[in-house]
């Protein structure tokens, strides 16, 4: 991302200069600060996730193109963003793809991503098209979680940066 783009889509309520590091300086960067992370690895050989037992009853994917393959250095779907690691309950809120259409040759395995959830939703029309082209099914389009909440929520969440529960806000 473009820092300026950043730093404009906060807005006011943010006044943190963003901070460019790798995946894995971010990774050391949270073991440094004591921040638990429940898993390190975003690929297919995330064993230490599979075999969690995680504590809830469903798992909800949703953030910004978590499900274009492009942005992955193998350039294919990253099954964690799928929930690929658990047979628990899968929602979709929000997920987005990124690109205007899928790579040839992936459809077949998006679908079966896809089949494995109970609710699908995207954030822009351009995925809605795609998971209608996969699955035949119509699903909705919806606001960006990070637009749901106002200037005065965001503003009492940044105070502490949810220091101390266990959170930290990104």
């Given at each position: ?19 460019r ?31 969690a037992?995680?504590?809830y ?6 953030s ?7 942005i ?75 637009l749901?909440?106002?200037r ?19």
């Open positions: 991302y473009n820092p300026k783009t950043v730093r404009a889509s906060m807005g006011a309520v943010f006044r943190t200069q963003p901070v590091m790798t995946r894995q300086q971010a990774i050391a960067a949270c073991r440094d600060a004591g921040i638990p992370l429940l898993a390190t690895a975003m690929s297919a050989d995330a064993v230490d996730l599979r075999q037992e995680l504590p009853d469903v798992l909800l994917s949703g910004d193109q978590i499900w274009n393959p492009k992955f250095p193998d350039g294919r779907f990253d099954p964690v963003f799928f929930g690929a690691f658990s047979h628990k309950r899968k929602i979709a809120y929000a997920p987005s793809f990124g690109i205007p259409r899928i790579p040839d040759g992936m459809e077949e395995e998006l679908r079966t991503y896809l089949e494995s959830f109970s609710h699908l939703s995207v954030r822009e029309r351009q995925g809605q098209g795609i998971v209608r082209d996969i699955t035949g099914k119509d699903v909705p389009v919806v606001l960006d979680p990070t749901l909440l106002t005065e929520d965001w503003g009492a969440v940044a105070r502490d940066g949810g220091a101390g529960q266990g959170s930290i806000l990104c």
